[in-house]
């Protein structure tokens, strides 16, 4: 096979004609609620590019949703994955285990943030590791209420859904949702309207006031929290938030939960995000980003409370497979050999000078400005409103992803109100193509 060359290649319409006639096929034989954001069928992946069946080739800002950051097919993750699956590719860890198993499990018990003692349980998908967290949470404490956040996302199983705040697309006709489930403000600075020097402090002041007044701080198990929102909007809580939020957990005896999957492993510049503030969480969840693509989920936390579960309470058939252990192994290593991290704030230095640039720049636009520019590492984003306002401008988002689309560049939109375009470049992209995915931004802005 030829290597793939790291250069944006169009070569028909996006999508082309083996694509569409693929979505045809889609369309009659897979349920429309499966949406697309993009209709392109993919071939081959790496770096900081997607092939398509019709030969064109994309510059990647999309990550799977943050999930390549080691970038797809990474040597080390096929090297080990490739030999696990000759040597054996399931056994089921609660029947008979295996190495690649605790290995991992060892690696997040040392990169997680804490040098308490820690234990791992490993799963397969996100939403399965942030429910695990709950029954965790709910053994230990022998307590039932969960809070949660506005903006949040955790998944869409039936916990989870109650777990994340927007309706649509995540809820919509799909409850009854999941009880003992309560949600308190967010220090979202840009839209507090007090404005973002008071958010961190009024809006922990009226989380907590929410939590002891409407559910009783003694009947709470476990506050889950992303570091910084995704789905919602890559909505970083004013800085001060996170901190007052733990003291209060700690205070009162409750587990303090980072929902991690999509912040973790180096997408933000550091391991996890919860290290920009020296936050220490109880239990700690993964997933995306672990395991270079294959399908790994992670609950990490201290020892005492992971271990409050009674035997044979936590598992399942597939969690923690081979193969997909060996793929996380990889991608550790990965991780480490290239910095990671320290690519992530390259990427953070390149995109905010010019995000920043491209805000000022449309100012005095009459259809669409930069309200803000935010995140951290290789998790960036634009927040666009209305000109002269702060009223979301969600047709302006869609029609900008569009745009770049049609560029040959894959971007992804978010938010509670979507009006959010959002960038999760591969961290090992080249900076010559991150740069061009931002001529591209840029043009879609001058034409929007
Ligand atoms: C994606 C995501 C999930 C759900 O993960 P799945 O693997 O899709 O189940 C949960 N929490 C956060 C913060 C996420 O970004």
Redesign the pocket.
């Known amino acids: 096979m030829t290597e793939l060359s790291q250069e944006r290649r169009l070569v028909t319409s996006i999508p082309g004609p083996k694509s569409q006639e693929l979505m045809a096929r889609k369309v009659a034989a897979v349920p429309s609620g499966v949406g697309v954001t993009l209709p392109v069928f993919v071939t081959r992946a790496g770096g900081g590019v997607l092939e398509d069946v019709d030969g064109n080739s994309l510059i990647d800002f999309g990550s799977g949703?943050?999930v390549t950051s080691v970038g797809n097919s990474a040597e080390a993750v096929v090297r080990r994955a490739t030999a696990q699956l000759a040597d054996f590719t399931h056994t089921c860890f609660m029947v008979t285990p295996y190495e690649g198993y605790v290995e991992v499990a060892e690696q997040l018990n040392e990169l997680t943030p804490g040098d308490h003692e820690k234990r791992t349980a490993l799963f397969n998908?996100?939403?399965?590791?942030?429910e695990n967290a709950v029954k965790i949470a709910r053994a230990y404490t022998k307590r039932t209420a969960v809070v949660v956040f506005d903006h949040g996302?955790?998944?869409?199983?039936n916990l989870?859904m109650a777990l994340t705040a927007k309706n649509m697309p995540y809820k919509e006709g799909f409850g009854p949702f999941a009880p003992e489930v309560y949600r308190v403000p967010l220090a979202y600075g840009y839209r507090w309207l007090t404005g973002a020097e008071n958010c961190a402090e009024e809006a922990a002041a009226q989380a907590i006031d929410m939590i002891t007044k409407q559910v009783g701080a003694e009947n709470v198990a476990a506050i889950v929290i992303?570091p910084i929102a995704?789905?919602g909007g890559f909505i970083e809580p004013a800085k001060g938030f996170l901190p007052k939020i733990v003291e209060f957990a700690k205070a009162n005896g409750i587990v303090f939960v980072a929902?991690?999957?999509?912040?973790g492993f180096c997408r933000t510049g550091q391991w996890f995000a919860c290290e920009d503030e020296g936050i220490v969480p109880d239990l700690i969840?993964t997933?995306?980003g672990i395991a270079g693509g294959l399908?790994l989920?992670a609950v990490t936390g201290r020892a005492e409370i992971m271990d409050a579960a009674h035997v044979g309470g936590l598992g399942g058939t597939y969690g923690g497979n081979p193969v997909a252990c060996a793929a996380a192994l990889g991608a550790i290593e990965t991780m480490k050999e290239l910095d990671l991290n320290a690519r992530a704030r390259r990427i953070e230095e390149v995109m905010k000078g010019r995000l920043l640039a491209m805000q000022e720049k449309l100012a005095d636009s009459a259809t669409v400005n930069i309200g803000e520019v935010r995140g951290r590492g290789g998790m960036i984003a634009v927040e666009l409103v209305e000109p002269g306002t702060k009223n979301p401008n969600a047709a302006a988002t869609a029609a900008l992803a569009k745009a770049c689309h049609a560029a040959g560049l894959v971007v992804l939109t978010c938010g509670t109100y979507g009006n959010v375009l959002r960038f999760l470049p591969p961290l090992v992209i080249g900076e010559d193509l991150l740069n061009e995915g931002l001529d591209i931004i840029e043009g879609a802005f001058a034409r929007v």
């Open positions: 949703i943050a998908s996100g939403a399965e590791a942030v996302y955790h998944g869409r199983t989870t992303e995704g789905e929902d991690e999957i999509q912040t969840t997933a995306k399908p989920a």
